[in-house]
């Protein structure tokens, strides 16, 4: 998106923030995760991200990517997380895979908003299973 002023709500009520945003009238394919779906980015994320603090990744529409990391997260941590934070697993997950081929060592903070235990179907219809 493009860091700009941009409305908060599509309703236009809000007063507009400094943000990077997709535009506030911005319409998204449905997807399973689609719970915290946004068209922008908190103030401050965008902040950090503009003086170049953080970093941004984007992952593909079908969801099946973050859905196998998601997975991978449940056979070793025992429970499976929120389909809109299997972008944050995945995320974390390739970030260790690559400080694991680079010898990089650093701290991995990622965050879960909730467990997906009434989201199997979403899991099942995303990565075809019974």
């Known amino acids: 998106g493009?860091?700009?002023?941009d409305y908060a709500d599509y309703a236009?009520?809000?007063?507009?923030?400094k943000m990077y945003t997709l535009g506030h009238k911005?319409?998204?394919?449905?997807?399973?995760?689609?719970?915290?779906?946004?068209?922008?980015?908190s103030p401050i994320?965008?902040?950090?991200?503009?003086?170049?603090?953080?970093?941004?990744i984007a992952y593909p529409i079908d969801e099946k990517y973050v859905f196998e990391k998601a997975m991978t997260f449940m056979r070793t941590e025992g429970w499976i997380p929120a389909p809109e934070s299997a972008y944050s697993v995945a995320c974390a997950i390739d970030?260790?895979?690559?400080?694991?081929?680079?010898?990089?060592?650093?701290?991995?903070?990622?965050?879960?908003?909730?467990?997906?235990?009434?989201?199997?179907?979403?899991?099942?219809?995303?990565?075809?299973?019974?």
């Open 12 to 17: 236009e009520i809000t007063p507009q923030l």
């Open 45 to 56: 994320i965008s902040l950090l991200r503009r003086h170049g603090y953080i970093d941004t």
């Open 26 to 41: 911005k319409e998204f394919k449905p997807i399973i995760g689609d719970g915290l779906r946004y068209h922008g980015c």
């Open 95 to 130: 970030e260790a895979l690559k400080c694991k081929r680079t010898g990089e060592e650093k701290v991995i903070a990622f965050n879960i908003s909730g467990h997906g235990f009434l989201d199997i179907n979403g899991y099942k219809e995303i990565l075809g299973l019974k």
């Open 2 to 5: 493009k860091y700009k002023y």
